[in-house]
């Protein structure tokens, strides 16, 4: 099979802003300050950095070495690894295309918000505008009204993302995150200085890391915390094995890593403070408990936030400052979950990069506009992210975790690939987190999460519904995954060594024209 030439990173920090804005994303802002607080507040840091170390971090560390030892995307790279692993990685690329088609309308709903944010357009009901005035919400399973006021905004997201992804990984992924990331610091820097500021901003920091030492004796909370770090970190999803597949030969794998993992977590307290400074100021000035304000996912950013709004001084600047962060957060992490999608069909079937933006990346946006825009939207959009989560990413990591450690017993090749061309080894600690911690922290939250989904239909659907919107989409996914490694079996893929021998000439040519290795 003809191999394109394969595009790279121009810097080595270019690669780590991609990889900080995938990792930083909308479940940072509006999922981990309120996981935090109902699991013991400032006592749910220690299960929280420990399952960062233990399980994130060692994730992120074998798939940048898979990337990078494989130069290729999920399939290609797995199926050098092992052929019948090959399946894992069209698994991975599926989960980013469902998560992908319902993470845009997410941006897309934050635009039209930073623009209702003058002059509080959401009026007095804020719960009532978003769900029967903007959404124009119906029952799960019908379609409802079409609703142009949300398809606008959601070309428009679709536009941006996939003319950023047409000029490619270093003038297009790379140059949108050297202009993101600084910007989502400076945003929500802003915002959390003024939260900070307002009156009751300590009730709510209390509340939040207050810590309650007794709440470490409860499983559900150590199961939290490693639930978060897996949600947060981009992992799961080929998101990271395809990023690291564009560095050159010199590459410092453990050290991004740390800086990555850590950068992530260090947004995600910052996003904590800001939020519940925020809520401590609704509780006071409602003259209520923190408990009875606070909130988590999309009734935070779209009902509790702006009831903020409407009642905190220059509350219009709060707003814009709030709602354009979750676009720029939203967009760095669109980018790189359409890119696994776009990468995989550029590696295993040769084609070019704008062909495969134009075609899949156009497919996944046309899906993405019929779809989510309808009164039905919200239900399939709730619906689709906990099946993906639970039994997508998560499932899909426990797999990829045994195969790799378990069936193939490749970690401590990947070891030895890693450590002689990173700044940090990684000694045994490494084998262990991810031959026995991650596979059983993993297994349980499966066993959990399923004895969960039995007890009661999720938040009381159809069942029909849910098994349509739900069980379908992630057995689908698995299934869809096996027929096209079956289908696609006896295609020649190359070998790792082919483009790392096309990597060395490209390199030699360009440090004739002054370029350095990433």
Sequence with gaps: MPKAHREQWAT????????????????NIWRFPYVAYESGGGAFLVPYLIALLTAGIPLLILSYSIGHRFRASPPVALRRLSRPAEAIGWWQVLISFFIAIYYAVIIAWAVRYAGFSIGQQWGAEPGSFFQESFVGITEAGDFGTYNI?????????????????GFGVRRGIEVANKIFMPLLLLLFGALVVRAVTLEGAGTG????????????????????????????LSIGFGIMITYASYLRRKADLTGTALVAGFANSSFELLAGIGVFSALGFMAVQSGVAVQDVAAGGIGLAFVAFPQIISTMPAGDVFGVLFFVSLVVAGLSSLISIVQVVVGAVQDRFGVGRVPAVAVVGGATAVVSIVLFPAGQGLFLLDTIDHWINQYGIALASLVLVVVVAWALRALPSLQRYTDAISSVPLRGWWIAALGVITPVVLGFMMYDSLKAEFSAPYEDYPQWFLNAAGWGVAGGVIVVSVLLTAVLWKRDVGTAEDDLERERQESAAGRAAGEGDV
């Design 12 to 27: 080595r920090s270019g690669f780590l802003l991609a990889a900080i804005g995938s990792a930083v994303g909308l479940g």
């Design 149 to 165: 006021g949300v398809a606008v905004p959601l070309v428009a997201v679709w536009v941006v993302v996939l003319l950023l992804l």
């Design 205 to 232: 920091l209390e509340a939040l890391f207050a810590p309650d030492w007794s709440a470490l004796a409860d499983g559900s909370v150590w199961v939290a915390a490693y639930g978060q770090i897996f949600f947060s």
